[in-house]
T-cell receptor
Framework: AQSVTQPDIHITVSEGASLELRCNYS??????LFWYVQSPGQGLQLLLK??????LVQGIKGFEAEFKRSQSSFNLRKPSVHWSDAAEYFC???????????FGAGTILRVKS | NAGVTQTPKFQVLKTGQSMTLQCAQD?????MSWYRQDPGMGLRLIHY???????DQGEVPNGYNVSRSTTEDFPLRLLSAAPSQTSVYFC?????????FGPGTRLTVL
C-alpha cells in the first residue's frame, strides 16, 4: 500500500538555523514526490517536486529536497530559516499521471526568535 | 485567472442535513480532486475525476457524492451530514500531477 510517513509532528528551530524535515514513503511504482506548505487558515502551496533526474531538487523560498531511493526518503531542507517559514509542511507521493496523491500527516514548524 | 475557487468558506450543518460544496477552476485542467484534512492525518482523498463525466472513489468516499458535468466544476455533495464529517475540505485541480489547491471550506456538523 502507498503511504507517507513524516516522523516529526512538531519541530521548533531558531531563526537563522538550518532545517531538515523528514519524509519516508512506501510506493509500489516509481514515486513522484512533492512537498507542500500550508500557512494557518490557508490552502496548500507547492514548494517543490521530484519526477526524475537530479536527486537534489530546488524549490521556492530557498527550500531544497533530496530523493534517496535506497532509503525511501525525500527530506526537505533549508539552510537558514526565517520567521515567515512557520507553517505546516506536507510530503506527498503520487503517480506521474493523475491526481491521486497520498499525503503524510504533516510537520508543524515553529520558528523562535 | 482565479485558479481554484471554493464556496462557501465556512459552513455549519446539523446532523442529517445535506449540502453541496462548490469547486470551480479556470485553468482548463482535466484532473480534479476532493480531499479532507483532519488534524494529525494530513489530507485524504475523497473522490477524484479525470475528465468531464468521469469520477472515481478515493480513500474515504463514504457519505460523499460527486459529479463532473463540465471541465470547470466539481461539486461535492454530503448526502446526510454526520459529526464525523466535520473537517476542512480542499478541492484541487491538476494538469500534470502538480495539483493546485483551493482555499478550503471549513465544515462543522453538529
Amino acid at each position: 500500500a502507498q503511504s507517507v510517513t513524516q516522523p516529526d509532528i512538531h519541530i521548533t528551530v531558531s531563526e537563522g538555523a538550518s532545517l531538515e524535515l523528514r519524509c519516508n514513503y512506501s510506493y509500489g511504482a516509481t514515486p513522484y514526490l512533492f512537498w507542500y506548505v500550508q500557512s494557518p487558515g490557508q490552502g496548500l502551496q507547492l514548494l517543490l517536486k521530484y519526477f526524475s533526474g537530479d536527486t537534489l531538487v530546488q524549490g521556492i523560498k530557498g527550500f531544497e529536497a533530496e530523493f534517496k531511493r535506497s532509503q525511501s526518503s525525500f527530506n526537505l531542507r533549508k539552510p537558514s530559516v526565517h520567521w515567515s517559514d512557520a507553517a505546516e509542511y506536507f510530503c506527498a507521493v503520487g503517480a506521474l499521471i493523475g491526481n491521486k496523491l497520498v499525503f503524510g500527516a504533516g510537520t508543524i514548524l515553529r520558528v523562535k526568535s | 485567472n482565479a485558479g481554484v475557487t471554493q464556496t462557501p468558506k465556512f459552513q455549519v450543518l446539523k446532523t442529517g442535513q445535506s449540502m453541496t460544496l462548490q469547486c470551480a477552476q479556470d485553468m482548463n485542467h482535466e484532473y480534479m480532486s476532493w480531499y479532507r484534512q483532519d488534524p494529525g492525518m494530513g489530507l485524504r482523498l475523497i473522490h477524484y475525476s479525470v475528465g468531464a463525466g468521469i469520477t472515481d472513489q478515493g480513500e474515504v468516499p463514504n457519505g460523499y457524492n460527486v459529479s463532473r458535468s463540465t471541465t470547470e466544476d466539481f461539486p461535492l455533495r454530503l448526502l446526510s451530514a454526520a459529526p464525523s464529517q466535520t473537517s476542512v475540505y480542499f478541492c484541487a485541480s491538476s494538469a500534470f500531477n502538480e495539483q493546485f489547491f483551493g482555499p478550503g471550506t471549513r465544515l462543522t456538523v453538529l
